[in-house]
């Protein structure tokens, strides 16, 4: 599992997720590079939001690849998971992830969706994720309010 906790422990932990925004699109070449795929081939844009006790801690821009769209676009806004939700549906195993932490400052749309001013510090955790045949099937660019910044991460 990626991330910082089980989706148990963020349930426990009163964490609940909404999806804001489920778009079709077309590859960067980042997206491309990781994924494998043509630049310009589609993907998925998925932007959510995770609260705790109702207050925003974490902001999640995932894109997923083409493939994985009829999977996720159905899915409720208010699933607990995206990657449980494919592990469980499609049988994919999260294998392994690599992730890159860093500080960044709060832009506009972050700022307004966390509840934090304009500029203000978060945490930035850069992730791709793999599935056990190795195909990369998300790249994710979160960003934490810091009172709830992980303490460390884990990785499958």
Request: charged share 25%; glycine share 8%.
């Amino acid at each position: 599992m990626t991330g910082t906790m089980t989706i148990e422990q963020r349930s426990a932990a009163g964490w609940r997720g909404r999806t804001l925004r489920c778009e079709r699109g077309e590859a960067t070449s980042r997206e491309a590079q990781v994924f494998g795929i043509a630049g310009r081939d589609p993907v998925l844009h998925v932007l959510r939001v995770l609260e705790v006790d109702g207050v925003p801690a974490l902001v999640s821009r995932a894109t997923y690849p083409g493939w994985l769209a009829a999977a996720i676009e159905p899915l409720p806004q208010d699933v607990s998971s995206i990657m449980a939700s494919l592990e469980e549906g499609l049988e994919l195993v999260v294998e392994h992830s690599v992730q890159r932490v860093g500080a960044a400052a709060a832009s506009g749309e972050d700022a307004r969706l966390l509840g934090v001013r304009r500029s203000s510090p978060v945490l930035r955790v850069v992730r791709s994720v793999r599935d056990q045949r190795g195909t990369a099937i998300e790249l994710a660019d979160d960003r934490y309010r810091p009172e709830h910044a992980p303490e460390r991460l884990v990785s499958a």
